[in-house]
């Protein structure tokens, strides 16, 4: 039966939670700042209805036919009603993963040891005890002080199992600790970060709620139903577990077809999930668990695109490696949609067994489906152009011995990394292992992984004498493009020839979309005409996220009215995330360059406020709505939207900036001050709040402490730019112009493509007449971008 659950939920998107180095990335990245790119849009659907109105006194007399009413949309139903025609399917489903995610803790369910038995952690102890049949933990909670909490579900089954435990306003919180179901013991989730309750990554904060994080994607037809005003969640799902309508939609309309089936494909499902369904489709219904990705709004829609209900991530140097690979705890999706196997029209399916999750075929033989001696493709509606006839599975391909892990497929091709302590994830891209190129971009290569005690020279010489004969050259071209990772290494190191390599690689077409949104977000720092003409084009792009990319993009390279011009068409795009990504972005534009786009503005603004309050739980989402309040005018009602972001979360750290900041300007300097002062003592060692310290007191005329505030953010976080890069400024305009320049000189090493820094640098140095190394930085900016508007004089 439908659960309405009061009591509460827990994990990161589908289970896990980043280790405290990424965890600021998440939270400024990973979910904020996309929402701040306008990229949450609130779940809309249009009803169609026809009203037949007589056109004259002669039609009024004629009966009216009768109206078409909409059809009442599909609702979920018991799927035990599914096993009568399903069984081979439910067979395969039982016991899976899938069914397993979610399941109430019971005897059956738990696999950890309860029997009281004690785990010490760095910090905190943990007791596992029962009560009955009930299974409860006695461990620290929000306070420090040790409680009993009683377990409420189980999550995942192996190579790990955690415990959502039951906490005050219907939120169920993810245990730190884990149970390993191979070696049979508990374990740390984040070991060497010592975790005490004044952490972010305590279990009690926000990053282990399950309600927001992670029950989506353990259960079916899962709302989190998160109540602002009582701060509480009634979070309702149909079953714990991933069943039969999580991946095919509610079955209401399909049960109504089996009672006069007919011929339709669609069988009644608003999404049919079958051989005829384009592999796109089938790969989109995935990643609605299987990608990183941002939520737009409370549930998932059937019927609707990936992009109508979630944002994905881009490839990140946070998240993946240069060349694609896997980094950071991303799942499947973004790695398989770069692949060849993906472009191809391969689809998960095709690898994977839907209903029980396992592979079809153990071994090689899953690979030879396609990469076989008769260089024929599995389905013929994949295609098969550029298969080679050729035996894989020797060693004369593989150069390992059979039967050896190294003879493996994925072993050199879906090289993987271990996430949550012990679970290991195979990456998805299909990639084909290089190891001099690996070293030379600073990626990890599936030979050097494997072969860690060897000679890095030696495995690149043996490796390319293995290969050579197998290196593809290109088509002929007087102006090939280069590889992706090699284009977008010279992008973000800032090499000679980088915004050649990406303008090239932009205007390739046959790019994945994935890597072309994230070739595009590199874009501003290269500006030029052929930069500009590249970020319009992509606005048309066929591909959501490419759209959603060059909105971004084109914003910072176009003038205003460029913008409201060719953004303005995106207001009506049929994907909510590029509909909001539009409007947030022609909301900064002046009154003028806007002026007649009003109402259409205006109800994009209207969708992306609805997203933040429906996603009212996240400080960051309430901050996103402070900072829309500020840009519209309406600043009697940003105040509160900060504070509500600071009861979510009282150490969410942009939020309380940002109210120290709002508050200096409404002339409440000693407020202001004063949340400052108290969230330096909870957190000594922050360097946003150092550097925030250090713009206030710039703004009060206290230069010297102003100073040394901001010289204690680079010292805390040597690597951010923005730290370094606004102390080189206090420093010049304090009158130290020689040391600005030494600032703005390491950031460069840091950063060697930061043009702000390049441009103030430059500027700097000519002030103190050091025209040589003027020349040096003209000369290296001109070698990175020929066409940038500053060599032209522009």
Sequence with gaps: MPKTHSKSARSPAPAAVEPRRVFRQRLLAGLACLLLAASIGLWWQVQHSAALLPTSAAASATPAPPVASAPAPAHFVDERQCQGCHLAQIQDWKGSHHQRAMQEASADSVQGDFNDVRFKGEVESTRFFRKGDEFWVNTPGADGKPADFKVAYTFGVAPLQQYLLEYPGGRLQALGVAWDSHKQRWFQLNPGQRIDFKDELHWTRPAYNANFMCIDCHSTDFTRRFDAATDSFASHWQSPGVGCQACHGPASRHLEWTTKPDSSPAKGFDTPLDRRTPASALVETCARCHARRAPLGDGAQPGKRFMDDYLPSLLTRELYQIDGKIKDEVFEWGSFTQSKMFAKGVSCIDCHNPHSGQLKIAGNGLCLQCHNSAGKPLRADIDGAGLQAKDYDSPEHHHHQPGTPGAQCTACHMPGKYYMVNHYRHDHSFSVPNPEHSQKLGAPDACLGCHRDSATAKISQQFQLWYASDARKPAPSSNPAPRYDDGLWKARE??????????????????????????????????????????????????????HAAIDAFAALAAPAQQATLLAPLLDDPIRAVRIAAAWQLLQLPAAARAGLDERLQRGLQEYEAVQSALAERAEANLNRAMLYQASGRAAEVEPALRAALQRDPDYLPALVSLSQWLESQQRNAEAQQLLDAALKRHP???????????????????????????????LSPDDAQFRYVLAIGLHDSGDTNAACQQLEQLLQRHPANREARLALIGYLRET?????VQMLLAELEQQNPDDPLLKGE
Excluded: C, F, N
Excluded at 514 to 532: C, D, H, V
Excluded at 769 to 773: C, D, I, N, R, S
């Design 685 to 715: 060692r922050s360097a946003l709040l150092q550097h925030t310290l250090g713009l206030s007191l710039v703004r009060q005329g206290q230069r010297p402490a102003a100073l040394k505030a901001l010289q204690e953010a680079v010292r």
């Design 494 to 547: 800032g090499q000679p020839g980088a915004s050649r390599a990406l303008h090239l690689l932009l205007a390739t077409s046959d790019l994945p979309a994935i890597r072309r949104a994230t070739l595009l977000a590199e874009l501003p720092t290269y500006p030029s005409q052929r930069s500009l003409e590249l970020a319009s084009a992509a606005l048309g792009d066929k591909e959501p996220q490419v759209r």
């Design 769 to 773: 007449g050091q025209l040589e190394k």
